[in-house]
């Protein structure tokens, strides 16, 4: 071992008596100092605007544009220059021989000359250390351990492009041949795992070949064993073959020998980065402040339920907009969307299975007329050089499960325990599930979905149209991730009168009858209520007629008159209001609704009245703003554009609730209740809003979330990040970017051509 590090020093003292390591030093300082500060000066500009934003941590060093992420694209251009005559410039000027005739072990000649590169490597990561220290001083409550992870990951990253770039200098004489040969060699290994990802036993061994996006996870945060042992494997496997390439110069033995030397050490290193890539081996250490790259508690909760293994089965349509997604080129992306989940589960098991069917897919066929559901598929599968018989036909599907419910969309069925249920992917910009619906898939199979009734039969707002006023966006439409129904939930329509009302609804909803109930029909939801359901009542002013004999069971009304506020650009029946403070109490006080631009919309909105009969307690959610609102009784025109307080039209001043809930202890739970004086606040049309950002469906969510006692939606928040504020000024961030870019690499290079002229005196 001593000799060994001998060998390093004396290596690591010739690196720096030349001048490309340190040019190479200087330009790596410049270049990261550079990406740094002006991530920084971009960002106290925003600060000066009024414009904070969390998580700045993770946005200086990391994501699309952070300097870890930035600098990574450029590691491997570093290493060629520095490695290529670790062992060329030996064999070229004919001094290995030296080497191979002394007593020295040509084990401890390499791992030598492989510490030295180390060394540097690790004066390369001070660089990163320095703006480490420097954003834990301007940005508060930095997080150090992020930053901390990301500098290993590519202190391993750079390591093993060193061992990669040792191997290729003992190939060759020649210096120059070296580094092109490792620039070409750590391309190929970049771009390796892109290649042949459509064959099966392929795609694993490309996808653990290529390096590329292997410091992927500890520059996001989390350090796990199996890519730890993916650098070290890969470092001992090109020290090893270095080692086997000078002891095959120096000994005399036949090719079989030496070839059969080559292959083992592959095979072990293959062998063993399988073993240690298993998910039941995997360690994992998150350093992100909030814990952000392991499953919330939540989501821990619901695995620790499971007695036994979970299947999840990819149903892929070739027709569909998203076979892309699931293709098999891009099979191990897709695996590690549930890596989260591997980690506590290491039991799931994944397939996947491909077929073609008719689709909802309106770009494809209509450029594509004429053609029948098989011929279609052929012309796509020739299109993306796929083999139309590795798909299942209508008829071949249709006997393993019928999917015609969900339009033959490309989805996922969980399967445990005997029970199945969908896992969908979603018209929106992200598409793919993220933990909030994986879990709630998952519980929906370790427990009993919570059920919601909506009762129908009096022209009712519905659950199954998109008309704007109806409910089928937050219920149960398929493709919007935020639906009742993705979210964990069974919805279902009962008739009152006809049908009975379920006695395990976690709630019964009457939203806006448009016409009067019988009174066996208020006899049964009283009946229901007396029993300690839970119940949300929603209705318009105009309707109050409809619902006030069901609310006077309960001591409420929903009073004439409509409140309106005073608007610049909305129209004055178009209310904002935010949540109370104990309303946001009552809901468990969620940080998204304490936001100061979160407000609640409400349409043609009317206010409530009473005192509730009974033991029960009234706690009002939402009630208008004195300052800017009013309540009108009179009639209102249609054509009304602007709100006046007119006491002629008997106009009132006043805070008045326009949503209220309603609670009580009975038989051991709290029954809950919710009265709303207007049913838009759910509606399709409020939902899609987008000319003002309104917090309604988080407002919904978290209805139904209280209606279960917190069951369904599965929590998923993490903690706030509070990293959000830069303590630097303008003034600040220029002389910073002088003195990261400027100045200390000026120092640097005038301390080397001091030491370069005394050398050269001496």
């Avoid at 410091?215 to 796990?224: K, M, P, R, S």
Wanted: charged residues 20%.
């Amino acid at each position: 071992m001593k000799l060994t590090l001998r060998i390093a020093k004396l290596e690591l003292s010739n690196l720096f008596y030349s001048p490309v390591a340190w040019v190479v030093l200087v330009i790596f300082m410049v270049q990261s100092g550079w990406e740094f500060t002006s991530m920084v000066e971009r960002f106290e500009r925003v600060q000066q605007l009024g414009m904070n934003r969390s998580g700045l941590t993770h946005t200086f060093f990391a994501g699309f544009s952070g300097l870890f992420t930035k600098m990574q694209e450029n590691l491997y251009l570093y290493i060629p220059l520095l490695t290529m005559g670790l062992i060329s410039r030996e064999t070229g000027s004919g001094s290995i021989k030296l080497v191979y005739s002394s007593p020295v072990k040509l084990s401890a000649v390499v791992w030598g000359k492989y510490l030295a590169m180390v060394f540097y490597c690790v004066l390369l990561m001070c660089c990163f250390v320095i703006l480490g220290i420097v954003a834990s001083y301007i940005v508060k409550d930095a997080d150090g351990s992020f930053i901390t992870s990301g500098i290993i990951g590519l202190f391993l990253l750079i390591c093993a492009y060193s061992a990669i770039g040792l191997f290729m200098s003992s190939l060759t004489t020649y210096q120059v041949v070296a580094a092109i040969s490792t620039l070409a060699l750590l391309g190929g290994l970049n771009y390796i795992g892109k290649l042949w990802q459509d064959m099966d036993f392929i795609r694993d061994l490309t996808y653990f070949l290529s390096i590329s996006g292997r410091a992927e996870n500890f520059v996001e945060g989390l350090i796990t064993s199996r890519d730890v042992f993916y650098f070290i494997i890969v470092i001992l496997l090109f020290v090893g073959l270095t080692i086997l390439k000078l002891r095959a110069g120096k000994e005399s033995k036949p090719l079989l020998v030496k070839v059969a030397r080559y292959t083992a050490l592959v095979v072990c290193a293959l062998l063993a980065g399988y073993v240690t890539s298993r998910p039941g081996v995997v360690a994992y250490k998150d350093m992100t402040a909030n814990n952000g790259r392991t499953l919330t508690k939540g989501s821990q909760d619901v695995l620790k339920q499971m007695k036994g293994p979970l299947t999840i089965t990819a149903y892929v349509n070739l027709l569909d907009a998203n076979y892309f997604s699931l293709a098999p080129i891009f099979r191990n992306s897709d695996l590690e969307r549930f890596d989260k989940y591997f980690r506590f589960r290491p039991d799931i098991r994944m397939k996947y299975i491909y077929y073609y069917d008719s689709t909802s897919n309106p770009d494809l066929y209509s450029r594509n007329k004429g053609l029948n559901t098989e011929q279609l598929a052929q012309r796509v599968a020739s299109s993306y050089k796929l083999d139309i018989n590795d798909f299942l036909t209508p008829a071949q599907i249709h006997k393993k499960i019928d999917l015609s419910g969900e339009g033959n969309r490309t989805l996922r069925l969980l399967e445990y325990n005997g029970k199945t249920t969908f896992l969908r992917i979603y018209e929106d910009l992200m598409r793919q599930p993220d933990e909030k619906e994986i879990t709630a898939a998952i519980k929906r199979l370790v427990t009993e979905p919570a059920k919601v009734a909506f009762v129908t039969g009096h022209n009712e707002r519905s659950i199954k149209r998109m008309a704007d006023n109806d409910y089928k966006l937050s219920t149960v439409e398929k493709t919007f991730r935020y639906a009742l129904l993705n979210q964990g939930f069974s919805v279902q329509e009962i008739y009152l009168g006809k049908d009975s009302i379920p006695s395990d609804i976690a709630v019964l909803v009457i939203a806006d009858p448009g016409m009067p109930y019988s009174p066996e029909q208020l006899q049964q939801v009283t009946t229901f209520i007396n029993g300690g359901g839970n119940l949300l009542i929603a209705g318009e002013p105009s309707r109050r007629e409809y619902l006030n004999p069901l609310l006077s069971t309960l001591g409420m009304s929903i009073e004439p008159g409509t409140i309106l506020q005073k608007t610049e650009d909305l129209s004055p029946r178009f209310v904002q209001c935010a949540l109370s403070a104990p309303g946001l109490k009552l809901l468990g006080n969620s940080p998204a609704f304490q936001q100061d631009d979160i407000v609640i919309s409400f349409s043609g909105a009317g206010s409530i009245a009473g005192n509730a009969n009974n033991d029960y307690h009234i706690t009002p959610l939402i009630v208008s703003n004195t300052a800017n609102t009013f309540k009108r009784t009179a009639p209102i025109d249609d054509s009304l554009r602007t709100a006046v307080f007119t006491p002629e039209l008997n106009d009132e001043r006043g805070a008045f609730p326009m949503t209220v809930a309603l609670t009580r202890e009975h038989n051991g739970r709290q029954q809950r209740i919710i009265v709303s004086a207007d049913a838009d606040f759910m509606s399709n049309a409020e939902l899609l809003r987008n000319n003002i950002r309104t917090a309604n469906f988080l407002f919904t969510t978290e209805l139904f979330r209280w209606f279960t006692y917190g069951l369904f939606p599965v929590d998923t928040s993490r903690p706030p990040l509070t990293d959000s504020d830069l303590r630097i000024s303008a003034t600040g961030v220029n002389y910073l970017k002088m003195g990261l870019v400027g100045f200390l690499p000026a120092l640097i290079v005038a301390g080397v051509v001091i030491m370069m002229i005394r050398r050269k005196r001496r």
